[in-house]
């Protein structure tokens, strides 16, 4: 999760939180090389 505050246009002035879930994330792949070498995964914006 990310968040920061929007800097420029329609939204400037408002805070932002980028939240990605990651699908099927195989944990094991980080004990052997080459490792966990990509991710997929759904993001969201929320802007308050």
């Not at 929007?6 to 792949?29: I, K, M």
């Not at 070498?37 to 914006?45: D, F, R």
Request: hydrophobic residues 45%.
């Amino acid at each position: 999760m990310e968040s920061g505050t929007v800097t420029a246009g329609r939204f400037a002035g408002d805070s932002v939180t980028h939240v990605v879930e990651l699908l099927n994330l195989d944990l094991l792949s980080c004990l052997a090389e080459p490792g966990l070498t990509s991710a997929s995964g759904l993001g969201t914006y929320v802007f308050a």
